[in-house]
């Protein structure tokens, strides 16, 4: 069954470091997400992809994040310069299209460690 | 807006007894709602979903959840409890934002689920 694999998955950083976190979706979706959940806390949304473009952000998704999707199979979330508070599980997700009932699926995570 | 209440952190029960993990939102539309699982190491996998046609919904694994409308729930349940049930569930909802046409995804702050043998 096809799935949504996310590498790696444990990141450790210093405080203002880049980190680029990858996800390869399921290969015939077309909607690809990001989300992140600091321990203890709602899995909170973060930003919407769609057609090479953000199609929509969350007040979280400031500068400091970006992402892309360089070769048409990976999709990344980098952190430009990373803080402590930035220290949570990432997960990424696809679907096949935004309907009422459409199904994300979810990577297992990746879990990043500020210090 | 949108918002989901998962009333229990942590819920524990015995192997073959009944599961319940409760679920209540809020949503100025119609809204989708999902119940996800998340095993340790393991992806959100999802257990079923409601979306405005049975109120009652049998997902993977023997779980229901029951869509009542009046109280505003959305409740999962089992019979009876499996050890490999255990794990942390999701409630979620997703809801129209008719402004700006984004659906969202609204998640519950999880339960973990405990089976005792």
């Known amino acids: 069954e096809p799935e949504v694999t996310q590498t790696p998955s444990h990141q450790v950083t210093q405080m203002g470091q880049e980190v680029i976190l990858r996800c390869v979706p399921i290969?015939?979706?077309?909607?690809f997400y990001w989300y992140r959940q600091i321990l203890g806390q709602k899995v909170e949304f973060l930003v919407s992809?769609?057609?090479?473009?953000?199609?929509?952000k969350s007040e979280i998704f400031d500068d400091q994040f970006s992402v892309e999707r360089p070769d048409g199979s990976n999709f990344t979330l980098k952190i430009r310069s990373t803080k402590l508070e930035d220290s949570a599980m990432y997960f990424c997700?696809?679907?096949?299209?935004?309907?009422?009932?459409?199904?994300?699926?979810f990577g297992p995570g990746t879990r990043l460690t500020v210090l | 807006a949108q918002s989901v209440t998962q009333l229990d952190s942590h819920v524990s029960v015995s192997e073959g007894t009944p599961v319940l993990l409760r679920c209540n939102y809020s949503?100025?539309?119609?809204?989708?709602l999902f119940w996800y699982v998340q095993h340790p190491n393991k992806g959100l996998q999802l257990l079923l979903k409601?979306?405005?046609?049975?109120?009652l919904v049998k997902g993977i694994n023997g779980f229901e959840a029951e869509f009542k409308k009046s109280e505003t729930s959305f409740h999962l349940t089992k019979p009876s409890a499996h050890m490999s049930d255990a794990a942390e569930y999701f409630c979620?909802?997703?809801?129209?934002?008719?402004?700006?046409?984004?659906?969202?995804?609204?998640f519950g702050s999880g339960t973990r689920l405990q089976v005792q043998p």
């Open positions: 979620v909802v997703s809801g129209l934002y008719m402004d700006t046409g984004r659906r969202a995804l609204t």
């Open positions: 409601y979306t405005s046609a049975a109120t």
């Open positions: 290969s015939n979706h077309l909607y």
């Open positions: 992809f769609y057609n090479n473009e953000i199609s929509e």
């Open positions: 997700a696809s679907t096949t299209g935004t309907g009422e009932g459409n199904e994300q699926f």
């Open positions: 949503s100025s539309y119609s809204p989708s």
